[in-house]
């Protein structure tokens, strides 16, 4: 199994910037793609980044393409989200996801990752 653990989350104001982090824990990291997802309070569950197993193909949702960026290292086997121009719109739990395979469905499916972190709170103050 894979254990994911996020961190980096906190109180930014709009404009600002915050790099969260997903480390992972258990068998074979480098043989699953990842991804990050995030939830308001009240709101479903929305895709935010996916990034292939050898970090060569990445996917974002709309709402933060441009601003945000997914990035792994596979030797640290960490998975990196850096926030760009940040939203009072993007405040959100974000939780990182993991699944075997990049392809096969939508990267932005989260019903196709099999494991997910607990989360890390992100809150952008106007």
């Known amino acids: 199994q894979v254990q994911l653990v996020e961190s980096g989350g906190g109180l930014v104001q709009a404009g600002g910037s915050l790099r969260l982090s997903c480390v992972a824990s258990g068998r074979a990291f480098s043989s699953n793609a990842m991804a990050w997802f995030r939830q308001a309070a009240g709101n479903e569950r929305e895709f935010v980044a996916a990034?292939?197993?050898?970090?060569?193909?990445?996917s974002y949702g709309d709402s933060v393409k441009g601003r945000f960026t997914i990035s792994r290292d596979n030797a640290k086997n960490t998975v990196y989200l850096q926030m760009n121009s940040l939203k009072p719109e993007d405040t959100a739990v974000y939780y990182c996801?993991?699944?075997?395979?990049?392809?096969?469905?939508?990267?932005?499916?989260?019903?196709?990752?099999?494991?997910w972190g607990q989360g890390t709170q992100v809150t952008v103050s106007p």
């Open positions: 996801a993991a699944r075997p395979s990049y392809s096969g469905s939508s990267p932005s499916a989260d019903s196709s990752y099999a494991y």
């Open positions: 990034i292939s197993r050898g970090g060569g193909y990445t």
